[in-house]
């Protein structure tokens, strides 16, 4: 993107939606959820990997709402690729009839880390590998 405005309008956006979907979910990992227990009893990771997935999801989101975004977009775009992993192996796109809506989230999160972090490509590279 050329236009710096458009290119910081376009990053938050997606920094704000990746970042509302994780720590939207939160309370259903947090609190025991069924939906979150059948989910990671089907992937063998119950009850360590729903609170190990939704604190990696918390920080990813709190990062994405600060300076430190390039992070967070790295920390949600490993997570939710193995929750995209997942349902694509053991738990199948539609969990408990939800007609593919987590999924669906999932997918959401992953194209805005990924975006995210090629829309500041520069500024990220700039950051972690200054010129010598």
């Known amino acids: ?5 458009s290119k910081k309008i376009v990053s938050w956006i997606l ?12 309370f259903f990992k947090f609190s025991g959820a ?8 089907q992937v063998g990771m119950e009850p360590w990997g729903r609170y190990l997935t939704g604190f990696v999801e918390l920080i ?8 430190r975004y390039e992070l967070g977009a790295l920390l949600g775009l490993g997570t939710i690729s ?3 992993f997942f ?7 539609e969990v408990q009839g939800d007609g593919g809506y987590l999924f669906m989230l999932a997918i959401v ?3 805005s880390c990924t975006t995210i972090l090629l829309v500041n490509f520069s500024e990220i ?7 010598k």
Do not use: C, D, W
């Open 109 to 111: 999160v992953f194209v």
């Open 60 to 67: 990813a989101g709190v990062f994405l709402l600060t300076n």
């Open 82 to 84: 193995g929750a995209i």
């Open 125 to 131: 590279k700039t950051k972690y590998l200054p010129n």
């Open 87 to 93: 349902h694509l192996t053991k738990l199948g796109v």
């Open 1 to 5: 993107m050329k236009n710096k405005k």
């Open 15 to 26: 920094r704000l939606l990746a970042a509302l979907i994780m720590l939207q979910t939160l």
């Open 34 to 41: 069924e939906e979150s227990i059948y989910i990671f009893k």
